[in-house]
């Protein structure tokens, strides 16, 4: 049961000499009801194991608030319309985004609204089920094809993020249907299926905008993997002590985010953070650590993060193109193509599962793991 979980209510106790943030820490996971089951027991303080240094309410505001820079919008509506003058008008777009802000948001990209808003709605029925049909999927377990917990680097960081997640891999080994939880296992199925399609679409755009052949990162194997992240953030009753998930880069080739209307995804631009609004039918991407490694640099991938907020539960679903934690030992380095005796390579080879396991063994902790790469 929840009040059985006794974790300090009062910020204050995290100066205190007998505060054990371990036993908290082990406490706040064996009850396996998630920060969502902390805001069903009534907390009006945020237990101490979530309290971050963060900006205040001010300069939150004013970090959302950046006159003049906007996320780039990129409508894919004519893409198919077998028009070249369109086609690398679309890629240019995609160019520039992905050398500058590594973000772009995509409009008219062929996934229907109604996908959309029901792949929004599986999440929260899943996250709003009672514990005791969650509690069956909670597991800290990497080889788990579907999984539930929250904070996956719980025991990593100096601060959780409030946040609870559904993980699960859809390929290169789909999951058996029957481990999909019921109240949301049709629509991830589907929009599993629609987001790959998307996804094949973007590596192409992707390769061209590098000035490769459209199926170069493709035949990379860069879309062999992919996995859904269900992020549920609960109403927070402070939410200027804590984040909806810390800055940090994505450990993949890139990411597509949906989110819904409650806002409070930023991106790190020009030394701001910058909201990246929700806009009804698009869809966010995002360059990962991946993409920037084999693109040596041309393309970047950004530090972003989620603010807490009164509001919620705010919903997102990531997809992360990549093999993650599957057994997959393809080596990734800076692509050939893209070097020259000017342009020498910049990092070493690795493979997915090696980069994954180096960035989740310390946590989101803001400092990119490309670093640990670097020749």
Same mark, same amino acid.
């Given at each position: ?15 205190? =000499? ?28 945020? @237990? ?6 963060? @900006? ?21 509506? %004519? ?8 086609? #690398? ?40 089920? @009672? #514990? ?101 953030? @609960? ?51 995002? =360059? ?21 907020? %009164? ?65």
């Amino acid at each position: 049961m929840l009040n059985t979980v006794h974790l300090p209510l009062n910020p204050a106790q995290n100066d205190q =000499l007998n505060y054990d943030r371990e036993k908290e820490l082990r406490a706040f996971d064996e009850s396996r009801a998630g920060v969502k089951g902390l805001v069903d027991a009534g907390i009006q303080k945020i @237990p101490p194991i979530f309290v971050t240094d963060v @900006p205040s309410s001010d300069e939150r505001s004013r970090s959302s608030d950046v006159s003049g820079l906007h996320v780039p919008v990129i409508d894919l509506k %004519k893409l198919h319309q077998h028009s070249l003058g369109q086609r #690398k008008k679309i890629v240019e777009e995609i160019r520039q985004a992905s050398e500058t802000w590594g973000f772009f948001q995509l409009v008219n990209h062929g996934i229907s609204n109604d996908v959309l808003t029901e792949m929004i709605e599986g999440v929260r029925r899943f996250h709003e089920q @009672p #514990k005791e049909v969650k509690v069956e999927y909670y597991s800290r377990d990497n080889t788990k094809n579907v999984k539930f917990n929250s904070n996956f680097d719980l025991y990593q960081r100096k601060a959780a993020n409030w946040r609870d997640t559904l993980f699960c891999v859809m390929s290169p080994v789909a999951p058996d249907p029957r481990e999909l939880p019921p109240v949301c296992r049709e629509i991830i199925t589907e929009y599993s299926a629609q987001v790959k399609r998307l996804g094949l679409t973007i590596l192409e755009l992707l390769a061209e905008a590098l000035g490769l052949r459209s199926g170069h990162l493709i035949e990379m194997e860069c879309a062999k993997g992919h996995s859904l992240v269900c992020h549920y953030f @609960p109403a927070c009753p402070e939410p200027d002590r804590t984040l909806g998930i810390t800055p940090h880069s994505d450990p993949d080739f890139f990411t597509v985010l949906l989110q819904d209307h409650i806002g409070g995804l930023q991106v790190h631009y020009q030394e701001k953070w910058v909201d990246v609004p929700p806009l009804t039918g698009a869809l966010v991407v995002n =360059l990962g650590d991946l993409l920037q490694l084999i693109s040596n640099d041309k393309f970047k991938s950004s530090k972003h993060r989620v603010l807490a907020n %009164k509001t919620g539960p705010r919903i997102s679903v990531a997809c992360f193109f990549t093999t993650h934690f599957q057994p997959f030992n393809r080596l990734y380095g800076p692509i050939k193509e893209l070097l020259s005796d000017s342009r020498p390579p910049l990092y070493r080879e690795t493979t997915v599962l090696d980069f994954v396991t180096y960035y989740n063994s310390r946590g989101l902790d803001g400092t990119p793991a490309l670093s640990h790469f670097r020749l």
